[in-house]
Nanobody, 128 residues
Framework: VQLQASGGGLVQAGGSLRLSCAASRRTFRWYADGWFRQAPGKERDFVAAISWSGGSTDYADSVKGRFTISRDNAENTVYLQMNSLEPEDTAVYYC??????????????????????WGQGTLVTVSS
């Protein structure tokens, strides 16, 4: 599985961006997907996750109500819609995938170690 993240850029505080994660060479039908981010000098943090069907989602408290994760399985693409962006959202955003038949996400999908496949990252910069 190869993941290609895109959609990052420079935006003013209060603005919006939509990140995309396109997957290729998927050999199974069922994948849970997640977004993580890493700010300069900080550890990688969980942002959001979505089950293979899209019926279950999970968000970090810091983005809940502002970010929305979704997926289009026909296009093998996962999205992260980010609204009301804050300077604290500045980071490199990574998408990740794990083979999963779980219909309901457990908290383990908040851990990076639960994912097997990772994209290359896309930089989001939010100016104040």
């Amino acid at each position: 599985v190869q993941l290609q993240a895109s959609g990052g850029g420079l935006v003013q505080a209060g603005g919006s961006l939509r990140l995309s994660c396109a997957a290729s060479r998927r050999t199974f039908r069922w994948y849970a997907d997640g977004w993580f981010r890493q700010a300069p000098g900080k550890e990688r943090d969980f942002v959001a996750a979505i089950s293979w069907s899209g019926g279950s989602t999970d968000y970090a408290d810091s983005v809940k109500g502002r970010f929305t994760i979704s997926r289009d399985n026909a296009e093998n693409t996962v999205y992260l819609q980010m609204n009301s962006l804050e300077p604290e959202d500045t980071a490199v955003y990574y998408c990740a995938a794990a083979i999963s038949t779980d219909s309901v996400l457990s908290r383990r999908y908040r851990e990076g170690s639960s994912y097997t496949y990772w994209g290359q990252g896309t930089l989001v910069t939010v100016s104040s």
